[in-house]
């Protein structure tokens, strides 16, 4: 199976950066998409970041310009680079991937566990 492993959340100043890693580990044969997504307090779990195969992103409208996803297919690890932080983007950020384990299966999701974010006024 697949393990993903974040790390990097924590508590910052409104306007300060952090930066979120998720590393995976098991047997698979290959990662097809990342992504990041965060539940924030009495809200749904949303989409922040996605990133492909070959590189495309998408990002929610209200991060634009702001964070910055990126991958390294070599270690298996995606990251979110997160600048001028708003006290909005409080929340726990969980990393998803979607990966085949066999090159014939076609992919499945997972989960990380969820880093804490927060962001003081």
């Known amino acids: 199976q697949v393990q993903l492993m974040e790390s990097g959340g924590g508590l910052v100043q409104a306007g300060g950066s952090l930066r979120l890693s998720c590393a995976a580990s098991?047997?698979?044969?290959?990662?097809?998409?990342m992504a990041w997504y965060r539940r924030a307090p009495g809200k749904q779990r949303e989409l922040v970041a996605d990133i492909g195969s070959g590189g495309s992103t998408d990002y929610a409208d209200s991060v634009k310009g702001r964070f910055t996803i990126s991958r390294d297919n070599a270690k298996n690890t995606v990251t979110l680079q997160m600048n001028s932080l708003k006290p909005e983007d409080t929340a726990v950020y969980y990393c998803k991937y979607w990966v085949k384990l066999t090159y014939w299966e076609p992919s499945r999701d997972y989960w990380g566990q969820g880093t804490q974010v927060t962001v003081s006024s």
């Open positions: 098991g047997s698979f044969s290959s990662i097809v998409a």
